[in-house]
């Protein structure tokens, strides 16, 4: 029987932030399960279009990649999502599997969840960015958000580590809330100085490069104009060897399950 695992991240358009962390995760999985016929799916339309036009490269969606499973003779498909919380994105994509399930076109077809989804994942979460947190200075992470359910998540994260004792952490959003307005909230009310500004994304892109640190909109932009000293971290979560576990944990869990 011909089984293959499709890999699916929203995507980027930075090669080297997508080597080090797209890339990476995939090559552990390839690694991991050898007899795999191993593939890769994005789900934003705008980055595949970016890297077909402006690079030469193609890259499936997630229905895309479906088809040329089915058409290439896999009877057995395990997807793993790269997406942090169960939003838009992971909505849409369980939706798609109900679709596909209907169509009868494998004989299996099952979802791994994002990383944070159970409440396990926040436990291993917090694990993973220890050597980000254990520092002296104060901690943002500044994170997509969501105006879907799905943006508790973050709040969910927050009140563990502030239960475990990391009141020099804040989890602030682009999209929903807690915003950049809570974010220099928190700074004002904790008379705080200095802090660490860190992406909580999977890779270090277009986010993280314009709206963290790059135009004059930035959260380090605007929080320097409030009198806070601001370093920043350059770096996706996928890039932590921890983090990366952590949804080959999950891809265990729908392989391994019968």
Same mark, same amino acid.
């Given at each position: ?9 929203f ?5 080297? %932030?997508? =080597?080090?962390? $797209? +890339?990476?995760? !995939?090559?552990? *999985? ?5 007899? &795999? ?8 339309q ?42 838009s ?38 694990? %993973?960015? =220890?050597?980000? $947190? +254990?520092?002296? !200075?104060?901690? *943002? ?5 969501? &105006? ?11 009140a ?9 952490v ?29 992406p ?38 996928g890039?932590?060897?921890?983090f ?5 944990k999950?891809?265990?869990k ?5």
């Amino acid at each position: 029987m011909k089984k293959s695992i499709l890999v699916v991240s929203f995507g980027t358009t930075f090669a080297n %932030a997508g =080597k080090i962390t $797209i +890339d990476a995760i !995939e090559n552990r *999985i390839k690694n991991e399960y050898a007899a &795999y016929e191993v593939r890769r799916a994005f789900t934003s339309q705008t980055v595949i279009k970016i890297l077909k036009d402006r690079y030469g490269i193609f890259v499936d969606t997630p229905e895309e990649a479906l088809k040329k499973l089915y058409e290439d003779g896999y009877e057995e498909v395990f997807i793993q999502p790269l997406h942090l919380i169960p939003g838009s994105e992971y909505s849409n994509l369980k939706n798609l599997i109900e679709i596909t399930r209907g169509e009868n076109l494998f004989k299996k077809v099952k979802l791994g969840t994002p990383a944070v989804y159970s409440n396990e994942d926040y436990e291993l979460l917090i694990d %993973a960015i =220890k050597d980000i $947190i +254990d520092r002296k !200075e104060a901690v *943002i992470f500044m994170g997509h958000g969501s &105006y879907s359910y799905s943006n508790k998540c973050y709040l969910k994260l927050q009140a563990l580590l502030n239960d475990k004792g990391y009141k020099d952490v804040f989890i602030g959003v682009m999209e929903g809330q807690p915003c950049i307005k809570s974010v220099i909230n928190w700074v004002k009310e904790n008379k705080i100085k200095e802090v660490m500004l860190v992406p909580f994304m999977l890779v270090a892109g277009t986010h993280v490069k314009k709206d963290m640190c790059g135009n004059e909109n930035s959260w380090k932009k605007i929080l320097e104009k409030e009198g806070i000293k601001v370093k920043v971290y350059l770096h996706g979560l996928g890039e932590l060897a921890k983090f990366q576990e952590i949804y080959l944990k999950h891809l265990e869990k729908i392989i391994s399950v019968v």
